[in-house]
RNA sequence: CGGGGCGUAGCGCAGCCUGGUAGCGCACCUGCCUUGGGCGCAGGGGGUCGCCGGUUCGAAUCCGGCCGCCCCGACCA
C-alpha cells in the first residue's frame, strides 16, 4: 500500500475522496465493502462473499437472458493444447503476450506445452468441428461461465486482474446474416443488463480495426462512461466470420449440398462489470448499489433502547419475514455489538439501497424510517404501506442511479468538428468527445499519442458525420466515440 | 516493460537522516456504561520492522540484490 497523504489522525475506516484521488476511493471501497482483496498470487484477487454476491446477481440477470434467447450451458477445458491456439494467425498474434503456459505435470515435462486459456475460441472451434455436419446441426448457441487467464502488466482489482471470471457465447450459423443478427443480439443484452440491470448507461457500437478482437470480422463494444470521465469497456460481441471456421476446419453440408464453413459469432463480459458499477455509482460514503444487483436491498437497523430485545427486535424480525416473503433481499443488523450510527456508515459503505430504522418511537406511532442510500432522504412510512413504499422505493432508486449517471454521461460528452476543439475538450473536463473521423488508422494513432484518447467506438447504423476528419481534414467516413480509456 | 513512490501489529502511520532491545491512532479482547449518524471510561493482547545477503560489538535504521503494492506511460475484458 502507497502512503495516503496527511492522514496520521484520520480515522481507518474513512476513504479518500472521489475528488482528490479516483483511484485510491476505488481501492478503498473495493477493500472496505469487503468486495475483494489481493491475494498471495501476483496480479490476482479473491472475490469476498459481498463483491461475489454482486456478481451472481449480475450472472443471473445475464444468463436469464442468454436462455430467453435460445442459448444453453456448457463447459470446456481451462488447457488449451498450444497447437490448437496457434491456428489462427491472428488470434495466436493477439493473445500470446499474455498467455499462461502449463510445461509440467505429473512430474514430467509435457510433450506439448498447454495454454491456461485466455478464451475459448480454440478449444471450442475445434469441438464444433466434430458436432457439425450439416446445415441440420446449427445454429450451435453455446455459452460458458468460467475463468480465464491473460497475463496483465497493471491489474486492478475487478477492472483489470490476471485471473478474471467471465461469460463467454460461442456460436455458430449457416449463414453471414445470421451470425451479424446474433453478434448485434447479444451486443443488445448486454446494453440492456447494462442499463436496466446495472443502470450504467453504455454507448453500442463497432470497434475499429486497430480494437478488433484478434481473429475476428468485426467487433462491436459498450461503452460506459465513469465517474472520473474515464470511458470502460464493459463487454464485446465479435462477429468471428469464417475465420475461426476455416482455421478449425468447422464445415457443414448446406441445403444446396455444397460443403460450406460455419458462421461465428462469440461475445463475453466479465466481473469487469463490479468495477464499472463501483465507479458509475459510488460516492464518498461508499458503495451504491442498484436495487437489481443489491445483495441486501433493505437492511433493517433496530434502534436499541432499554430492553429492546424484548421490544424491538420482535417487530424487527417480523418486519424482515414480511419483505422477504415479498421477495425483498433484506438483512436484519441485529448485532448489539454495533451503535446504530456505525451501522448506518457501514451499510452505506456496502451502498445497500435502503435503510430501515425501527425504534421505540417508530413503534410508538405505528411507523418505521426509511432511509435512501442515493439521496440520504429520510421517510417515516406507517407500517401498513411498508411493503407497497418499499417496493416503490427500490424503483424509484433504480431509475433515479440510470438517469443520474445518464446526466453525468451527458453533462461529460461533447461534439467537436475542429482538433483544436477536440483537444480542448479532452483536456478540460474528462469525457467522450464524438469527431468525425477519416477511417484511417493513422489520424487514430496519432490522436491517441497527442491526447491519449482513442476511439472507444463508431456509432450503429447509418450516419453522416458532421464534417471532413477532425485530424486530417479528408472526408470522414464516421463519427467515433473517442475517450481516455481505463 | 519504462519513469516515480511505498513496504514497520488487521488498517492508517511515526521512528530511519544521526545504528543501541519498536511506538501512536483506529480496529481487536475484558469490564462497566451507552445506543435515533462511526458512544464514553478503565484495563489488556498482538509486530522475527516485505524477503535474502553484507557492513557492524550491535541493523527497522547503513549498503547490495530480490519480491510485492500504488501512481503515470506503452499492452489489454
Redesign the pocket.
Known amino acids: ?5 496527511d ?9 479518500t475522496p472521489r475528488s482528490q ?4 476511493w ?2 478503498d471501497v473495493v ?2 465493502a469487503e468486495l475483494a482483496d ?1 491475494s498471495p ?4 484477487m479473491v472475490i469476498r462473499p459481498y463483491g461475489y454476491a454482486i456478481w451472481e446477481l449480475i450472472q443471473q440477470a445475464l444468463d436469464r437472458r442468454f436462455k430467453a434467447t435460445g442459448h444453453v450451458n456448457a463447459y470446456f477445458p481451462l488447457f488449451i493444447p498450444e497447437g490448437l491456439l496457434k491456428k489462427e494467425a491472428d488470434h495466436v498474434e ?1 493473445f500470446a ?2 498467455v499462461a503456459y502449463v510445461t509440467h505435470g505429473g512430474g514430467e515435462e509435457l510433450e506439448e506445452r498447454l495454454v491456461v486459456r485466455p478464451t475459448s475460441e480454440a478449444i471450442i472451434g475445434t469441438m464444433y468441428a466434430k458436432w457439425v455436419r450439416s446445415w441440420r446441426d446449427l445454429p450451435i448457441l453455446i455459452n460458458q461461465w468460467a475463468n ?1 487467464v ?1 497475463w ?13 471470471l ?1 461469460q463467454e457465447g460461442h456460436t455458430a450459423h449457416e449463414t453471414e446474416a445470421e451470425a451479424e443478427e446474433e453478434t448485434l443480439r447479444m451486443l443488445g443484452v448486454y446494453q440492456e443488463v447494462a442499463e436496466h440491470e446495472l443502470a450504467m448507461p453504455v454507448v453500442p457500437g463497432r470497434k475499429t480495426d ?2 478488433r ?2 481473429g475476428a470480422l468485426r ?1 462491436y ?1 459498450i461503452e460506459a462512461l465513469m465517474g472520473d470521465g474515464r470511458a ?5 460481441s465479435h462477429n468471428l466470420g469464417q475465420n475461426f471456421a476455416k482455421a478449425f476446419d468447422i464445415q457443414f453440408q448446406a441445403r444446396d449440398k455444397s460443403l460450406q464453413y460455419v458462421w461465428g459469432t462469440s461475445w ?5 462489470l463490479v468495477g464499472g458499477v463501483i465507479m458509475t455509482h459510488g460516492d464518498d ?2 458503495l451504491i448499489l442498484p436495487p437489481r444487483i443489491a445483495p441486501y436491498q433493505v437492511v433493517i437497523v433496530p ?4 430492553n ?1 430485545q424484548e421490544t424491538v427486535l420482535p417487530r424487527a424480525q417480523a418486519l424482515r419475514e414480511d419483505l422477504a416473503g415479498r421477495g425483498v433481499r433484506v438483512m436484519l443488523d441485529a448485532r ?11 451499510w ?2 456496502r451502498g445497500v439501497p435502503l ?1 430501515l ?8 406511532q405505528g411507523q ?2 426509511l ?1 435512501r442510500r442515493d439521496t ?1 432522504e ?1 421517510i417515516s412510512v406507517p407500517l401498513a404501506d411498508l411493503p407497497v413504499r418499499v417496493d416503490a422505493l427500490l424503483g424509484d432508486i433504480q431509475r433515479a442511479l440510470l438517469e443520474r449517471a445518464l446526466r453525468f454521461r451527458e453533462e461529460h460528452t461533447s461534439r467537436v468538428t475542429t482538433y483544436d476543439e477536440f483537444i480542448q475538450a479532452m483536456e478540460g473536463r474528462p469525457g467522450f468527445v464524438i469527431a468525425p473521423w477519416c477511417g484511417s488508422a493513422e489520424c487514430e494513432a496519432q490522436i ?2 497527442e491526447t ?1 484518447a482513442t476511439i472507444r467506438n463508431l456509432p450503429l447504423g447509418d450516419q453522416r458525420p458532421g464534417g471532413p476528419c477532425v485530424k486530417c481534414g479528408r472526408p470522414a467516413v464516421s463519427e467515433a466515440w473517442f475517450a ?3
Open positions: 500500500m502507497a502512503k495516503k497523504p492522514q496520521s489522525d484520520a480515522l481507518v475506516t474513512e476513504i484521488d479516483f483511484s485510491r476505488y481501492l477493500r472496505r489481493y498470487v501476483k496480479g490476482c493477439g503476450p499474455q480465464v491473460r496483465e502488466k497493471v491489474t486492478r482489482p475487478f477492472l483489470r486482474t490476471t485471473e478474471f467471465w486497430s480494437e478482437f484478434a467487433t463494444s470502460l469497456q464493459a463487454g464485446t463475453g463480459v466479465s466481473t469487469r460514503s461508499g434502534i436499541p433502547r432499554g429492546w448489539d455489538t454495533y451503535t446504530p450510527g456505525w451501522k448506518f456508515a457501514e452505506e459503505m435503510r430504522e425501527i425504534g421505540p418511537r417508530d413503534i410508538e418505521v424510517v432511509v440520504r429520510k491517441k499519442a491519449q481516455k480509456a481505463y
